[in-house]
């Protein structure tokens, strides 16, 4: 069954230093997001990206964020300057057509130090 | 922002009997709802939904039922069986977009 994969699975990193972290999205999906939980908080919504273009992104989603579909399969979240509250779970997730089930990654775990 | 409340942080169901989660919201433009399981360091991955045109939707052992005029929607599970045993998130969808917003979940512990 197709999934979502996300590498790398564990980022360790200094404050103020870029991150990137990896998604693969399902291979025919078209609508791709990025969404976070900080540890014992909810699921919260980032950014959603379409036909290479951001179509909404929440208010968490400064400009030290920015996604990007560089050659057709990956779907990138890059954190500019990491700080220590951009610690959390960060899951990409896809689907088919807007407003379709969306299927998410394992995610990524983040610790900015 | 607290649109969508899970106001059960935990609940413990003996096996082969049935689990009920809730949810309420309380936008009234939601317009789908979702619920997902998820087990710790994994995604959440998807259980059921359901469109605000209906007030039920059954998939196996799984049921939701939606009371819109409540603002309430709940998941049944029957039998419960001890693999059942994760946190569920109830997650709604607004009308004119396609982000989820998700409650605080539910921890779910089936013991045999």
């Known amino acids: 069954e197709p999934e979502v994969t996300q590498t790398p699975s564990h980022q360790v990193t200094q404050m103020g230093q870029e991150v990137i972290l990896r998604c693969v999205p399902i291979?025919?999906?078209?609508?791709f997001y990025w969404y976070r939980q900080i540890l014992g908080q909810k699921v919260e919504f980032l950014v959603s990206?379409?036909?290479?273009?951001?179509?909404?992104k929440s208010e968490i989603f400064d400009d030290q964020f920015s996604v990007e579909r560089p050659d057709g399969s990956n779907f990138t979240l890059k954190i500019r300057s990491t700080k220590l509250e951009d610690s959390a779970m960060y899951f990409c997730?896809?689907?088919?057509?807007?407003?379709?089930?969306?299927?998410f990654g394992p995610g990524t775990r983040l610790l900015v130090l | 922002d607290q649109q969508v409340k899970q106001n059960s942080p935990s609940l413990s169901v003996q096996e082969g009997r049935i689990s009920i989660l809730n949810c309420d919201y309380t936008?009234?433009?939601?317009?789908?709802f979702l619920w997902y399981k998820k087990y710790p360091a994994e995604g959440p991955t998807f259980l059921i939904s359901?469109?605000?045109?209906?007030d039920k939707n059954e998939d196996g052992r799984f049921t939701v039922f939606l009371n819109k005029s409540a603002k309430h929607l709940s998941l049944h599970i029957v039998p419960s069986q001890p693999g059942d045993s994760a946190v569920y998130f109830c997650?709604?969808?607004?009308?004119?977009?396609?982000?989820?917003?998700f409650g605080t979940g539910t921890r779910l512990q089936v013991f045999p």
């Open positions: 997730a896809s689907t088919l057509s807007v407003r379709e089930t969306q299927y």
């Open positions: 997650a709604a969808v607004n009308y004119n977009t396609d982000k989820l917003i």
């Open positions: 359901i469109s605000s045109i209906k």
């Open positions: 990206f379409y036909n290479n273009e951001i179509s909404e």
């Open positions: 936008n009234s433009m939601f317009d789908y």
């Open positions: 291979s025919n999906h078209l609508y």
